[in-house]
């Protein structure tokens, strides 16, 4: 039935060539605010599978692809729904990479993208509270849910021998979804959490949340916040009092600004981030050291993969129509089909075109489940001489 599907839009999309036109894709992320320092290289890697698709020439009937950028803030839900607004009724996108931040991203997809029946697709909104959003089949994302990263979290906590934390979690969506599934899981393993406290971004101050967590102990310190944010300030007082020797950085701190402004002040701790590793990755590395960018920035490849599979969609489907092509995402993310690596969209659009399966594995071993989000692969990091190392992948 799949392949007939696929072929039937095929036909649809070659007999007129209809579609040889120019299709706008929104990025919605944060350029500004608490990750922005991670922001530009996602959008290079989005824009580097919308211009691959176009350069192919053998999408949508010879269709090109135009990026269009808008600041979510990662933070201000209002702005964020402003952004998407204006990308979708302004600048009439047929489909939007992002949210960046979970709360931003909730607000934006209920606000304006599901009125409007636009597919979000994001690379980096992590809040459990995602996976069970009514979202009328319109939201996907290529990051797992925080509810498997407290998992891997506590895991290689225990590794290393570690029984008692403090935590600290950024005040919204993402933080508070993370802590609370570390929590739980931590405590289930036989961990103690000795305070689970709330810190809000934008101070100058954070020596009496230091106070607070220093007062409560622990053999370590996980800082579930943000590295360009509040998370740095509870790290810089930690370290300047002398509170905690050992920290432990989930996604949201692991960035180029950890191992810039703390390097080796930090050397010991460790953390993990959604990443995967073989072909797919290798190949998206190589790729966007050639267009000029780090293919290795967190959440870089999960928004090539974000892009590639909004195009996808839309060539099974035969539509840049999002209410028609959401039915289509889950079908070429997944198997049956022939596997699918980045700089091969154009042999995908051949394939679906010829009515056969595809299994995009893209850059970050794409497997969507549940309600379309990825299963999840992460790489554990340790700070080894001031900078941020690989130790495995899991």
Excluded: W
């Excluded at 570390?182 to 106070?211: C, L, M, P, Q, R």
């Excluded at 840049?320 to 154009?346: F, Q, R, S, W």
């Excluded at 071993?365 to 899991?394: N, P, Q, W």
Aim: aromatic letters at 6%.
């Amino acid at each position: 039935m799949k392949k007939l599907l696929l072929a039937t839009a095929a036909a649809a999309l070659t007999a007129g060539g209809a579609f040889a036109e120019d299709v706008k894709l929104g990025i919605s992320l944060g350029f500004t605010g608490p990750l922005e320092s991670m922001s530009p290289t996602m959008a290079q890697g989005a824009e580097l599978a919308m211009k691959e698709a176009t350069d192919s020439g053998k999408f949508m009937g010879g269709a090109t692809v135009t990026p269009v950028r808008g600041d979510s803030t990662c933070v201000d839900a209002a702005a964020a729904t402003a952004t998407v607004e204006r990308l979708i009724t302004a600048e009439g996108v047929k489909g939007i990479v992002g949210g960046m931040c979970s709360g931003e991203t909730t607000a934006s997809l209920q606000n304006v993208a599901m009125p409007n029946g636009m597919v979000m697709i994001s690379p980096s909104a992590t809040s459990p509270a995602l996976s069970t959003l009514d979202d009328n089949g319109l939201f996907f994302r290529t990051s797992p849910s925080d509810a498997r990263q407290g998992q891997v979290m506590t895991e290689i906590i225990m590794e290393h021998g570690i029984k008692s934390v403090a935590l600290t979690y950024t005040n919204n969506d993402y933080g508070k979804g993370l802590a609370d599934s570390f929590a739980e899981a931590f405590t289930a393993a036989g961990g103690t959490v000795t305070i689970n406290a709330a810190h809000e971004d934008g101070k100058a101050d954070y020596a009496a949340e230091v106070g607070a967590l220093a007062s409560a102990g622990g053999d370590a310190l996980v800082i579930a916040g943000y590295v360009d944010q509040g998370g740095s300030g509870i790290l810089r007082g930690a370290l300047d009092s002398g509170a905690f020797e050992t920290f432990v950085f989930p996604d949201g701190m692991v960035g180029a600004t950890l191992q810039d402004n703390f390097g080796a002040e930090v050397n010991g701790s460790f953390g993990q981030i959604p990443s995967s590793e073989g072909a797919g990755k290798d190949k998206f590395i190589e790729m966007a050291t050639a267009a000029g960018f780090d293919g290795t920035s967190v959440y870089s490849s999960e928004a090539y993969d974000a892009a590639a599979l909004i195009m996808l969609g839309m060539a099974a489907a035969g539509s840049t129509d999002p209410n028609v092509y959401k039915e289509k995402i889950m079908d070429v993310a997944n198997a049956p089909g022939e596997p699918i690596l980045p700089g091969e969209l154009g042999k995908a659009f051949e394939l679906i075109a010829a009515g056969q399966d595809i299994d995009y594995q893209g850059a970050s071993s794409v497997e969507l489940i549940g309600a379309g989000e990825s299963s999840g692969t992460f790489r554990e990091i340790e700070i080894k001489d001031g900078k941020i190392e690989t130790v495995k992948y899991r």
